[in-house]
């Protein structure tokens, strides 16, 4: 199968993947808060955001085994493959340990004190954060196994357990509403006992499929590739953690300064946005180890070359859903939420501008993670992502309004840290600048103006009412398509789609 089809193949699983998650988590929580109630519900949530904290260490170690193990992939050396899992296994064993130590010492400062949790629920709640800890560990250490099924693209396997999990999860969540006893305490159990089910099927599927994964040699690993995968797993963690800080930041800045009226807003324009992150994001996740693995095998323009597409059509993907939603915001909050906080709509337009810009660079990351030299990157990159909170506290000090916390984030996180990317990208593989603004950005720009000139022409004479204002939306879906197709994508890429879909209809037309 070659590399195109490949990629599309496994995109394709990844959004059944997303939209059956999507849909079956929705009606999951429904059940779960139903059964829980408003108070247990809430306070499962306190204790699992909690552990969420620690979670940029869990992230950062396995970026390091999926750029290794398919770096090693590229180059063909079957003895490398084999040390780096057993060195990343010994790795995420270790991390387990050390997460494992750093939750129980933080048990003893958020049960004293920190955590706001109602009388009479404390040892129950102690209970819960015991199974979630048990839940991290195993998440832990199974991402070696996850690394090996990226690095073989096997997205078909990764997508069947994500629905796996949603489905166990629905029936938890069923579970719990019949049980006659103490239904957090129950589902905590259940939860860690789902935790450890995945992991078994998992770690199962990966021993009889890839040799690489077999037990027997998990003792045989290279202390070198220990040192450079913990290396590069922490520059990576300096940069994801600098994130956070901001991020977390900004909404603690909000808070302190305007109340949780505006935090309730910027949740729901964190929440939206985060939902079309991940339709670039599933994109990004098929094409990532293709691109590491050309790397590894020395194929430097070919890397370059699925670096740029990556960049065109994941801003083409996001900006497809993005714009008509953008357009007409206060129509689809409207049809959402039953009450719009006041801001709500103006920090859900800010976000969504951020993530169009984000989509134009954001391969070029994968790229220089790939090339595997990091470090000055992500120094540089950190204080570009650590910036905007320290001059959003200034501002808002001096009164300004609190758009210009996701302001300062487009400015510095966005604009200044794209920068940064385009000039490492340059100076560590080459990456033509010219090349970039010709086939990425002009296209993508060019397509951005011609939407939004139609929408702009089109608006004015369609009237206020939701039905028509619902179906002037779905009208710029449409229009989008073709748009696309004439204007942003080059005269190859309209071949490459033509022959994808040619090969997709003789391969249907065989059975």
């Given at each position: 199968?070659?590399?195109?089809?490949?990629?599309?193949?496994?995109?394709?699983?990844?959004?059944?993947?997303?939209?059956?998650?999507?849909?079956?988590?929705?009606?999951?929580?429904?059940?779960?808060?139903?059964?829980?109630?408003?108070?247990?519900?809430?306070?499962?949530?306190?204790?699992?955001?909690?552990?969420?904290?620690?979670?940029?260490?869990?992230?950062?170690?396995?970026?390091?085994?999926?750029?290794?193990?398919?770096?090693?992939?590229?180059?063909?050396?079957?003895?490398?493959?084999?040390?780096?899992?057993?060195?990343?296994?010994?790795?995420?064993?270790?991390?387990?340990?050390?997460?494992?130590?750093?939750?129980?010492?933080?048990?003893?400062?958020?049960?004293?004190?920190?955590?706001?949790?109602?009388?009479?629920?404390?040892?129950?709640?102690?209970?819960v954060y015991g199974c979630l800890i048990f839940s991290t560990v195993f998440s832990i250490t199974i991402t070696p196994y996850?690394?090996?099924?990226?690095?073989?693209?096997?997205?078909?396997?990764?997508?069947?357990?994500?629905?796996?999990?949603?489905?166990?999860?629905?029936?938890?969540?069923?579970?719990?509403?019949?049980?006659?006893?103490?239904?957090?305490?129950?589902?905590?159990?259940?939860?860690?006992?789902?935790?450890?089910?995945?992991?078994?099927?998992?770690?199962?599927?990966?021993?009889?499929?890839?040799?690489?994964?077999?037990?027997?040699?998990?003792?045989?690993?290279?202390?070198?590739?220990?040192?450079?995968?913990?290396?590069?797993?922490?520059?990576?963690?300096?940069?994801?953690?600098?994130?956070?800080?901001?991020?977390?930041?900004?909404?603690?800045?909000?808070?302190?300064?305007?109340?949780?009226?505006?935090?309730?807003?910027?949740?729901?324009?964190?929440?939206?946005?985060?939902?079309?992150?991940?339709?670039?994001?599933?994109?990004?996740?098929?094409l990532t180890p293709v691109l590491v693995k050309k790397e590894g095998a020395n194929q430097r323009h070919q890397m370059l070359?699925?670096?740029?597409?990556?960049?065109?059509?994941?801003?083409?993907?996001?900006?497809?859903?993005?714009?008509?939603?953008?357009?007409?915001?206060?129509?689809?909050?409207?049809?959402?939420?039953?009450?719009?906080?006041?801001?709500?709509?103006?920090?859900?337009?800010?976000?969504?501008?951020?993530?169009?810009?984000?989509?134009?660079?954001?391969?070029?990351?994968?790229?220089?993670?790939?090339?595997?030299?990091?470090?000055?990157?992500?120094?540089?990159?950190?204080?570009?992502?650590?910036?905007?909170?320290?001059?959003?506290?200034?501002?808002?000090?001096?009164?300004?309004?609190?758009?210009?916390?996701?302001?300062?984030?487009?400015?510095?996180?966005?604009?200044?840290?794209?920068?940064?990317?385009?000039?490492?990208?340059?100076?560590?593989?080459?990456?033509?600048?010219?090349?970039?603004?010709?086939?990425?950005?002009?296209?993508?720009?060019?397509?951005?103006?011609?939407?939004?000139?139609?929408?702009?022409?089109?608006?004015?004479?369609?009237?206020?009412?939701?039905?028509?204002?619902?179906?002037?939306?779905?009208?710029?879906?449409?229009?989008?398509?073709?748009?696309?197709?004439?204007?942003?994508?080059?005269?190859?890429?309209?071949?490459?789609?033509?022959?994808?879909?040619?090969?997709?209809?003789?391969?249907?037309?065989?059975?």
């Open positions: 199968m070659s590399t195109v089809n490949r990629v599309v193949k496994n995109t394709l699983f990844l959004y059944a993947r997303m939209g059956t998650s999507i849909v079956v988590s929705v009606l999951t929580t429904r059940i779960l808060l139903d059964a829980l109630g408003a108070s247990d519900y809430g306070l499962y949530n306190v204790v699992a955001g909690a552990l969420a904290m620690l979670g940029f260490l869990s992230a950062s170690m396995s970026t390091a085994s999926l750029r290794y193990m398919s770096y090693a992939e590229g180059k063909g050396d079957i003895t490398a493959i084999q040390t780096i899992f057993n060195s990343s296994v010994r790795l995420h064993r270790m991390l387990a340990l050390l997460v494992c130590g750093l939750y129980i010492i933080a048990g003893f400062f958020l049960f004293n004190g920190i955590l706001n949790i109602p009388s009479g629920r404390e040892t129950t709640a102690m209970i996850d690394a090996v099924l990226n690095a073989h693209e096997n997205m078909f396997f990764y997508s069947l357990v994500g629905i796996i999990d949603v489905f166990l999860k629905l029936t938890i969540a069923v579970l719990i509403s019949y049980s006659d006893y103490d239904r957090l305490l129950f589902y905590g159990l259940l939860m860690a006992g789902e935790s450890w089910l995945l992991r078994f099927i998992t770690k199962c599927y990966c021993d009889r499929t890839y040799p690489v994964c077999r037990a027997k040699s998990i003792k045989e690993h290279d202390n070198e590739i220990l040192k450079k995968m913990a290396s590069f797993a922490g520059w990576n963690m300096l940069n994801i953690c600098a994130g956070m800080i901001s991020l977390y930041g900004m909404t603690i800045a909000i808070n302190h300064f305007f109340g949780t009226l505006l935090n309730a807003a910027l949740g729901i324009a964190t929440q939206l946005q985060g939902a079309l992150m991940g339709v670039s994001g599933n994109m990004s996740k098929a070359e699925i670096s740029y597409a990556g960049c065109k059509f994941s801003f083409l993907l996001f900006s497809f859903f993005a714009l008509p939603i953008l357009f007409s915001m206060p129509v689809v909050l409207q049809l959402w939420l039953k009450e719009v906080p006041e801001w709500t709509v103006l920090f859900c337009m800010l976000w969504f501008v951020s993530g169009l810009i984000e989509q134009l660079y954001h391969f070029l990351y994968q790229a220089i993670q790939a090339e595997g030299n990091i470090k000055r990157f992500n120094i540089c990159s950190s204080i570009a992502n650590i910036i905007p909170i320290i001059l959003t506290c200034v501002e808002f000090q001096f009164g300004f309004q609190p758009y210009w916390a996701i302001l300062n984030w487009i400015i510095f996180r966005i604009m200044v840290d794209g920068i940064i990317y385009i000039y490492f990208a340059h100076k560590l593989i080459g990456l033509s600048v010219l090349r970039w603004i010709k086939y990425v950005l002009i296209p993508c720009l060019a397509s951005f103006v011609c939407i939004s000139c139609i929408y702009w022409r089109i608006r004015p004479q369609v009237s206020d009412s939701l039905l028509v204002q619902l179906s002037l939306l779905i009208i710029m879906f449409i229009i989008s398509l073709p748009v696309y197709w004439y204007v942003a994508l080059s005269r190859n890429d309209r071949h490459v789609f033509s022959s994808i879909v040619t090969n997709m209809r003789r391969r249907k037309s065989l059975y």
